[in-house]
Structures are given as C-alpha cells and as structure tokens.
T-cell receptor
Framework: EAGVAQSPRYKIIEKRQSVAFWCNPISGHATLYWYQQILGQGPKLLIQFQNNGVVDDSQLPKDRFSAERLKGVDSTLKIQPAKLEDSAVYLC????????????????FGSGTRLTVV | GENVEQHPSTLSVQEGDSAVIKCTYSDSASNYFPWYKQELGKGPQLIIDIRSNVGEKKDQRIAVTLNKTAKHFSLHITETQPEDSAVYFCAAGFAGDMRFGAGTRLTVKP
C-alpha cells in the first residue's frame, strides 16, 4: 500500500510570512495526525482528526496555526504568521480505526516537511 | 496527560554488541507502547510494539519488555549492525492518544 504523502519536503520562509503543508494519508485511514518535531526532540502532537472532525487540538497554537481535513481525506496545516521558533519538521501520520481491525496499530508517518523560518 | 521519558539520549556501541534503550511513562491507563526508528530525512517508522497485556515481545534481533507495575518499557537490539544506526523513539498511550519520548541516537561502530 502507498504510504503517507507529504509536500513540500522543504520550505524556507521569512518570519511573519505564511506557509501551508499538505498531507495525503493512507487510503482508508480514518485518523490523521499532525506532529511538530523540533530538532533533537520527539514528535509533539498538534492536532488529531477522525474523518473530517477534530478530535484533539489542545496543543495547537490556534493564534497562528490552523488545520483542516475537508472530505475526511487530505489535510492541510497552515501557519500564519510564522515565527522563528516554528522551525521544525512537520510530520503527518495516519492510522486505521481500531475497532475495524480489532487491534491497536502504530501510526504510519510521512517523511515530513522541514520548515526553516529565517 | 501522559509524560514519557527516554534514556539515554545518545548510545554508541560496537557492531555485534547489544543496545538497550529505556522509557518510563506516567499514565497507568496507557496500554500501547510502540517503538519507532527514524533515519535521517525520513519520518519515524514503526519497528515493534507491545500491548499492556503482554510482558515481552521479540522480532528477530529486536525485543521489547514491559513492566506495568514500574511503568517502564525497554527496547533491546542484539547483534547490532551499522544499519541499526538511527534515532529511536518510544511512545506510550491508548486509542489514538500517544506521547513520544525525546529520542535516543544510536550509533553502531563497524
């Protein structure tokens, strides 16, 4: 099966500019996550979608970050305006519903988008 | 919420030796403990996982142990090879809510 697709792979912007990342999860995966991974740290959850609804966005800086998952498939994550501390790799992951598989599976991650804010 | 601590942050071993990475978690409700390997420029890849009803699981050279009472779990890699060099992350949680450790950079010297 195809993996989780993300684009772009790299992005360099100036502070106060805006940027958007795109994610296409594995076909049929209802749950989609956006993680922020700062250099030298583990991934930190930003937002979780179940189909096209938000399940958890408690750690999303909502004054500057927004995300949507229209039609419950692709998702976009936007930052506006960007700050220097937003420099990180933004990872998208997807997972199938446990009750369909009757198992808990780990997430499948995309390769991420490396954002540099200068 | 869940808090996961991982150590060591860096680990260097000779090829053929064993490597052990340890994690502790705080939420006793956590019932799923995956381990991920992340190579440079790639996303984390699931290498092994364990559920709370199991104490140990092995897959070829990789094994994971879980001590629910002490709330810690460990990754064991035997007969290490240079291609095992990467950053390893543990995670703990339940359903769709997982928290990651800070990672361990493993270097296997030929």
């Amino acid at each position: 099966e195809a993996g989780v697709a993300q684009s772009p792979r790299y992005k360099i912007i100036e502070k106060r500019q805006s940027v958007a990342f795109w994610c296409n999860p594995i076909s049929g995966h209802a749950t989609l996550y956006w993680y922020q991974q700062i250099l030298g740290q583990g991934p930190k959850l930003l937002i979780q979608f179940q189909n096209n609804g938000v399940v958890d966005d408690s750690q999303l800086p909502k004054d500057r970050f927004s995300a949507e998952r229209l039609k419950g498939v692709d998702s976009t994550l936007k930052i506006q305006p960007a700050k220097l501390e937003d420099s990180a790799v933004y990872l998208c992951a997807s997972r199938s519903l446990p009750r369909k598989t009757k198992k808990l599976y780990g997430y499948t991650f995309g390769s991420g988008t490396r954002l540099t804010v200068v | 919420g869940e808090n996961v601590e991982q150590h060591p942050s860096t680990l260097s071993v000779q090829e053929g030796d064993s490597a052990v990475i340890k994690c502790t978690y705080s939420d006793s409700a956590s019932n799923y403990f995956p381990w991920y390997k992340q190579e440079l420029g790639k996303g984390p890849q699931l290498i092994i996982d364990i559920r709370s009803n199991v104490g140990e699981k092995k897959d070829q050279r990789i094994a994971v142990t879980l001590n629910k009472t002490a709330k810690h779990f460990s990754l064991h890699i035997t007969e290490t090879q240079p291609e095992d060099s990467a950053v390893y992350f543990c995670a703990a949680g339940f359903a769709g809510d997982m928290r990651f450790g800070a990672g361990t950079r493993l270097t296997v010297k030929p």
